[in-house]
């Protein structure tokens, strides 16, 4: 039924007018037949208050129906919807993938609210920002000695070689849904590793911890290195924690 809405109902509903207007009415009529019921106004008037309140939680109802309603639709529609490959190459494809797939309890009422408000689209698939306040960890030779070496994926770019302005703003404008805050990224081979995992339970065994600063002594490591990553250009693997 929520697909034989006319434009402005439909709006209407995205908005939230009906449901809304339909808890004044309770709340109004509701009032309104508690002062009729005990003679301050004529009883007449409080039995059209109290009516009032019935078509208000008619209102009420139809709204919240209808969303469901259109909240279906939208979900229906996407069922099947695939984010792709990572448009970036700092940012590996399961990373992306996992991220960005439709989300029914997320992204169909963004959706939904873009159609009458389409800065909301910003918090959907059209998101920038997947990293908010990177940091870059420069890797150092004596690390590079350290970290495991493994194959890097076929068919896979590096990324631009180091610039300091270049890569952060290309971090911070990241696209896609928020993945992370403040994460501590390596810079190995003169370029941007790539992202691999966002949690310590999924680091892969050889991935070598960086601590805060190069220098540091990291004697124990256990639970450390939430976020993994891999040089694209050489395979080596680093485990980092965020900056904050």
Same mark, same amino acid.
């Given at each position: ?77 996407? $069922? ?20 960005? $797939? ?24 059209? $998101? ?29 770019? #590096? ?22 805050? $403040? ?23 050889? #991935? ?8 540091? #002594? ?27």
């Amino acid at each position: 039924m929520a697909r034989e809405l006319g434009s402005w109902t439909r709006a209407a509903v995205i908005r939230g007018d009906i449901t809304s207007a339909g808890l004044v009415l309770i709340l109004a009529g509701v009032g309104g037949a508690l002062v009729g019921a005990v003679g301050v106004i004529p009883g007449s008037v409080g039995a059209a208050c109290a009516l009032g309140a019935a078509g208000g939680v008619m209102c009420v109802y139809l709204g919240r129906t209808w969303w469901r309603d259109l909240l279906e639709d939208v979900v229906d529609e996407h $069922a099947d919807f695939d984010p792709g490959d990572s448009p970036v190459p700092w940012v590996s494809d399961a990373i992306w993938h996992a991220r960005n $797939a439709f989300d029914p309890a997320l992204d169909a009422p963004v959706i939904l609210m873009a159609e009458v408000d389409p800065l909301v689209r910003a918090f959907g698939h059209d $998101a920038t920002g997947a990293f908010t306040e990177p940091v870059l960890r420069p890797v150092t030779p004596e690390e590079r000695g350290l970290a495991a070496i493994d194959e890097v994926p076929h068919d896979v770019a #590096a990324p631009e070689a180091f610039d300091i302005v270049g890569t952060l703003a290309n971090l911070t404008q990241t696209p896609g849904r928020f993945i992370c805050v $403040a994460p501590r990224w390596p810079i190995c081979c003169g370029r941007l590793a790539c992202l691999e995992t966002v949690t310590s339970e999924q680091r892969p065994e050889g #991935a070598l911890y960086l601590p805060p600063q190069s220098g540091e #002594a990291s004697e124990d490591t256990a639970g450390k290195g939430t976020h993994t990553f891999q040089c694209r250009a050489c395979g080596r693997r680093y485990a980092t924690d965020p900056a904050w």
